[in-house]
């Protein structure tokens, strides 16, 4: 909570943020503690040492962080959740053990405070994770650093998910979900074109508050078919958005919300990614997710520019590229990899529960149509939920 | 010795000031100046970033929301809040205190904590939903509407309007009342021609307070906002956060503060004449 206060902007964060226990920012402190204790027990000392391990409680962990450079770990800034979890149990612990190098995850990666860590100069984050519309908003501003493919080995992956500032290390998709037990065989949409129809399948809708992803599932549900979705026809997919407006009861801001709006029965139907889906599932909870008209994407690792540690880093995005750690990742929290070696070494339920990038029923997203047309849409997205 | 400011002398005290004007200088009024700075400039002096924001729609939807909600939020409180304090006023002084606590207690709780605990009470299987389906009432949306945003803002700003209204009620002079009452006055004509207009200046002073939060407001409509509840605060995320494009933020933000400043001058000045007039009464 004391870490929730201290970033009172971001909402997404925040949200992402509840669904953490926090314990990686816990974590970090005790270590930082246990750090400066041993270095004499004094009384003077003793009373420094609690100061600094309650103000590193109450600060972000990132101003922690700085003062921790004596020992050049890495810091990587991600969502949080069940995602930075599966990230430390799948990279950072074997990354530490192969190389000797830490890592620390820092809850909260968020652009604007990449940027003003650029133009500042003052650089906490080695690694971000990246969000959809990152990468290309990142490269117009120039914060990342330029992967180096004579240490990060990006052949043999699948078609497009690798970039040139960014590596991609997994796929996941745009899908929607509702509560199985409530919605059996044949009572739930199948895809898009089910979803917008509120005559068949009553019940109250569930999106995300942006217009990446509704976009292409509007365009869908149109009829477009998903492998010819770019470039998008904008008025088209509003003139489909229109149609639906009326039926969402709950615009969501955050993913991570999507499964609790279903779990407290807010929605009925409610656009999601399947990796929540399925880490849901995995918790008992009676879920389950459209596998037609999958929107899928890649998850994506920067190195921050300016990073003084830019070596390690680029080894630790070498070391994320392995098959063998991609599939690890995969079996955590079930996104697939990004390496064909990785991809044909999935046992069949990881298969089956990631949808087929081949088959002519799933899209591709594809941040770089968006790049210069995001801000634009976006505010009259804004404008269109208010009207 | 005596210091001297414009020629009147200053009691040395006031030098205790000191730490707290160079630490709101420092942490208040230098960044204040850089987001104004950064509105107007940006490849060289120019007034592009306030022609975008005045000439959105976008902008003005949000700021007719954004007073619209403030305005209700304020009224809301004002309804609340009056009976509470006069309630409170009227208490025993130990009984008072316990009540005061029990006011307080939200203000022990961040608003953030808050506005998911209204997410468990408002929800469809919340507790007054709930309560509601079992004497057979269908349900009630009271969250991601206006509705939730309503309640979550009063909830925070009863306590701002409650204790400048609990204030003027208590200087009250009790023979006022006593000798209205003696005269043959009724207590609803006591309360109407004696109590209420003489604690008009707590009510202002309340309204202003709840007024000028409310226009801040970002977490409540976030949280428990629908899809037109988009407030200016709101705005200024997005474009900090989502577009990166701060120089409209600021622009959007030196706005905020022109609307803010302006009420506090309207309503303060109005205010400040009702606390004269309730003085010479």
Redesign the interface.
């Known amino acids: 909570m004391l870490r929730m206060n201290a970033q009172p902007f971001s909402v997404a964060a925040l949200k992402a943020g509840l669904s953490t226990n926090g314990s990686m920012a816990v974590k970090f402190s005790k270590k930082l503690t246990s750090d400066v204790q041993r270095s004499s027990s004094s009384r003077r000392t003793f009373l420094k040492t609690s100061a600094f391990g309650l103000a590193s409680l109450a600060a972000p962990a990132v101003l922690g962080v700085r003062k921790a450079s004596a020992a050049e770990p890495l810091v990587v800034a991600s969502f949080g959740g069940s995602w930075a979890a599966a990230m430390t149990e799948a990279f950072h612990k074997p990354f530490t053990e192969e190389t000797g190098i830490e890592v620390i995850v820092t809850d909260g990666a968020d652009l604007a405070k990449a940027k003003a860590q650029v133009q500042t100069g003052k650089i906490e984050w080695d690694i971000v994770e990246l969000a959809t519309g990152w990468l290309s908003s990142g490269d117009r501003e120039g914060l990342w650093e330029e992967v180096d493919t004579s240490v990060v080995d990006v052949t043999g992956t699948a078609e497009g998910s690798q970039y040139k500032n960014a590596i991609g290390h997994c796929t996941y998709s745009g899908c929607f979900a509702w509560n199985s037990e409530k919605f059996g065989e044949g009572k739930h949409p199948a895809n898009w074109i089910d979803f917008w129809n509120t005559d068949k399948f009553p019940g109250r809708r569930g999106m995300m508050t942006r217009i990446t992803g509704n976009l292409e599932y509007a365009l869908m549900a149109d009829g477009v078919s998903p492998k010819d979705l770019y470039p998008l026809d904008v008025e088209r997919g509003f003139a489909a958005l229109d149609r639906i407006k009326e039926h969402v009861n709950i615009w969501v801001n955050a993913m991570p919300q999507t499964v609790s709006m279903l779990q407290n029965d807010e929605v009925d139907f409610c656009s999601s990614a399947i990796g929540r889906v399925y880490a849901a599932q995995k918790a008992g909870i009676p879920l389950d997710y459209s596998k037609e008209m999958a929107l899928i994407e890649t998850g994506k690792i920067a190195i921050l520019k300016g990073s003084s540690k830019k070596d390690a880093a680029m080894q630790h995005l070498a070391f994320a590229m392995r098959p063998d750690r991609q599939l690890a990742f995969a079996e955590i929290i079930g996104y697939a990899p990004t390496k064909l070696e990785g991809i044909a070494a999935m046992p069949d339920h990881l298969k089956a529960l990631n949808p087929d990038p081949e088959s002519p029923m799933n899209a591709f997203n594809n941040e770089f149509w968006w790049e210069p047309r995001l801000l634009e849409l976006t505010k009259r997205f804004k404008e269109w939920q208010l009207s | 010795m005596t210091i001297r400011f414009r020629g009147q002398p200053v009691s040395p005290f006031m030098l205790f000031l000191l730490p707290a004007t160079i630490f709101t200088v420092a942490i208040f009024l230098a960044p204040l100046g850089a987001v104004v700075m950064r509105s107007f400039f940006d490849q060289g002096f120019s007034f592009d970033k306030y022609h975008e924001v005045l000439g ?3 902008f003005y ?2 700021l007719w ?1 954004t007073i619209v909600i403030s305005v209700t939020a304020t009224c809301v409180t004002l309804v609340l809040a009056y009976p509470m304090a006069y309630h409170l006023a009227r208490q025993p002084a130990r009984r008072r205190t316990l009540y005061m606590i029990m006011i307080m207690l939200p203000f022990w709780t ?1 608003i ?2 808050k506005s ?1 605990a209204f ?1 468990i009470i408002l ?3 919340g507790i007054i939903n709930s309560v509601l389906g079992m004497a057979d009432i269908p349900k009630v ?1 009271l969250i ?1 509407n206006r509705v939730g945003v309503i309640i979550g803002m009063v909830h925070f700003l009863i306590p701002f309007v409650l204790f400048p209204i609990f204030t003027s009620l208590l200087q009250q002079n009790p023979n006022l009342r006593n000798a209205a009452d003696t005269m043959g006055a009724g207590r609803w004509r006591i309360f109407f021609r004696i109590t209420l207009p003489l604690s008009m200046p707590g009510v202002l002073a309340g309204s202003l307070l709840a007024m000028i939060q409310s226009l801040g407001f ?2 409540t409509a ?2 428990l906002g ?3 509840d ?1 407030m200016i605060a709101n705005l200024i ?2 474009y ?6 701060w120089g409209t933020a600021s622009a959007v933000a030196v706005l905020l503060l022109l609307l803010t400043g302006s009420v506090l001058l309207v309503l303060g000045r109005f205010a400040g004449g009702m606390g004269r007039m309730g003085k010479t009464l």
């Open positions: 959105s729609k976008l939807k949000v929301n961040s953030l904590v998911y997410m929800g469809q299987n949306t991601y970002f977490i976030a949280l629908g899809r037109g988009l995320d997005f900090t956060r989502e577009v990166l494009d």
